[in-house]
């Protein structure tokens, strides 16, 4: 198993990361009056996920951890709202809906993976 330095080591943000660029891709194409509406409020709460996986991982105690990556599933669930409505809006295409659901999916267990083995580490050291 590789040493995790940093949480750019984690496969979970490197993922996030990876599904926020699908999102950025996407909402370039969206009409220009939604600038200020729905590819701001996507992309931020898309830019959420990463971030606070990475602001989680310094953090020292268990509750904290866990706090940032609740946040992060937060977020994951309003990008996928965002993308039904964008979908229904007709601003992106059912392939692409599809691809970046997919994504989410697969970001979602990843944070639960993720979040189950944070709560481990915890619960053997407390054990020591």
Avoid at 18 to 29: C, D, K, R
Avoid at 49 to 58: Q, R
Wanted: glycine share 4%; no cysteine; hydrophobic share 40%.
């Amino acid at each position: 198993m590789a040493t995790i330095l940093s949480f750019k080591d984690l496969v979970v943000w490197q993922k996030s990361h990876q599904f926020v660029l699908g999102i950025y891709s996407v909402t370039a194409a969206f009409p220009r009056e939604e600038v200020y509406a729905l590819t701001s409020q996507i992309r931020r709460a898309a830019v959420s996920i990463p971030a606070n996986i990475a602001e989680g991982f310094k953090k020292k105690t268990l509750p904290n951890k866990i706090n940032f990556l609740s946040h992060s599933e937060g977020s994951l669930e309003e990008v996928k709202y965002y993308l039904i409505l964008a979908k229904d809006l007709n601003y992106i295409s059912p392939l692409d809906f599809d691809r970046l659901i997919l994504d989410a999916e697969e970001v979602s267990k990843l944070i639960g993976g993720y979040s189950k083995s944070i709560k481990s580490y915890h619960e053997k050291i407390q054990v020591k």
